[in-house]
């Protein structure tokens, strides 16, 4: 990988933090107000987007396998979400965007992990 597909991929992935900080932050807004009755999903999704947001920045060895389950766990999840609103005439913007970006960071994981695995 050159220069400047590396300083691209260090550009993604610090977005890709700043979206699971807002996800995290999202969620810990979600618990202390209220908004929704279910607070143990609300702590849970905080702690683990805060860890994502953590993770997508340091990119240890087998972070992209954790991703891929929790990757799965999403699509499962807001795949079913999105469904059930296009079949209500309706479009879920938040699930659109987790089945869009979820499987897109999996992606840059997969191909981070191949570079740092050729390199010298």
């Known amino acids: 990988m050159g220069a400047g597909e590396a300083g691209a991929m260090r550009a993604a992935f610090r977005a890709l933090a700043a979206i699971f900080a807002c996800a995290s932050a999202y969620h810990v807004y979600a618990l202390v107000s209220r908004v929704d009755p279910n607070s143990g999903r609300h702590a849970t999704f905080a702690v683990i987007n805060a860890f994502v947001a953590l993770l997508m920045i340091r990119r240890p060895p087998g972070f992209a396998i954790a991703f891929a389950l929790l990757c799965g766990q999403q699509l ?29 960071a999996l992606v840059l994981l997969m191909i981070d992990g191949r570079s740092k695995r050729a390199a010298p």
């Open 76 to 104: 499962a999840g807001h795949g079913g979400d999105l469904v059930r609103a296009f079949g209500e005439g309706r479009v879920d913007w938040v699930s659109l965007a987790v089945v869009v970006l979820m499987p897109f």
